[in-house]
């Protein structure tokens, strides 16, 4: 039923439980894990709000795609950990929601798992996040937010 499983990951506990979820459905469906995290290119005015700290200065969207690319990495070891396999992933820049559902649309994928808000939602959760919300609504395959 499920061959391609795509996770959205940001770094939220509410990606870790989405993480979590796919890889029991991996395992149960023998199927292909796919971890995506997207980062949002900043102007230099936004940059310097961001939350993002690194040792080194760098341009924005480098220090982004760094970011994003340890949040892939934990991402992929941690699924490791807990007993998936066949584990690819992928670090894009660009408006999350897009990507997203680009990427799932490019790679064929037949099911996308994310948490039902991120790390850019509210402090408690109380709302749908706006990325996850879009990706269900724009995407045509099955879109399961945990």
């Given at each position: 039923?499920?061959?391609?499983?795509?996770?959205?990951v940001?770094?939220?506990?509410?990606?870790?439980?989405?993480?979590d979820?796919?890889?029991?459905?991996?395992?149960?469906?023998?199927?292909?894990?796919?971890?995506?995290?997207?980062?949002?290119?900043h102007?230099l005015?936004?940059?310097?709000l961001?939350?993002?700290?690194?040792?080194?200065?760098?341009i924005?969207?480098?220090?982004?795609?760094?970011?994003?690319?340890?949040?892939?990495?934990?991402?992929?070891?941690?699924?490791?950990?807990h007993g998936?396999?066949?584990?690819?992933?992928?670090?894009k820049?660009?408006r999350?929601?897009?990507?997203?559902?680009?990427?799932?649309?490019d790679?064929?994928i037949?099911?996308?798992v994310?948490?039902?808000?991120?790390?850019?939602?509210d402090?408690?959760?109380m709302?749908l996040?706006?990325?996850?919300h879009?990706?269900?609504?724009?995407t045509?395959?099955?879109?399961l937010?945990?």
């Open positions: 039923m499920f061959k391609k499983i795509l996770v959205a940001d770094g939220s506990q509410a990606a870790v439980k989405a993480l979820t796919a890889i029991e459905l991996q395992k149960f469906l023998d199927a292909e894990l796919y971890l995506i995290c997207v980062f949002k290119h102007s005015g936004e940059a310097s961001s939350m993002i700290r690194t040792s080194h200065p760098q924005p969207d480098e220090a982004l795609k760094e970011h994003a690319t340890e949040v892939v990495e934990f991402a992929k070891s941690y699924a490791q950990e998936a396999t066949k584990i690819r992933g992928f670090v820049g660009g999350p929601s897009k990507t997203i559902v680009k990427f799932a649309k790679k064929a037949d099911l996308i994310m948490g039902s808000c991120g790390a850019d939602s402090k408690d959760g709302i996040g706006s990325v996850s879009r990706v269900a609504s724009m045509k395959c099955p879109t937010l945990v």
